[in-house]
């Protein structure tokens, strides 16, 4: 599970780095992984201090730092 967690989490690295700022449902959305897989993967990237969290009016937006 470890590995593809990981995989998940470089996969939503390149999707920031291609889009930009996106909306965290739409990062999951986007993600060819379950729900719950892709919050751990933006889980491990926020643990890795890789990612900025910003709330807006409209939700929760992530970017890389």
Request: proline share 0%.
């Amino acid at each position: 599970m470890i590995e593809e967690i990981g995989t998940v989490a470089g996969e939503i690295w390149d999707l920031l780095k291609e889009r930009g700022e996106m909306s965290i449902s739409k990062v999951v959305s986007e993600i060819n992984a379950t729900q719950s897989t892709a919050y751990m993967g933006l889980g491990w990237l926020a643990r890795e201090d890789k990612l900025e969290f910003v709330k807006k009016s409209r939700g929760v937006f992530v970017r890389l730092k």
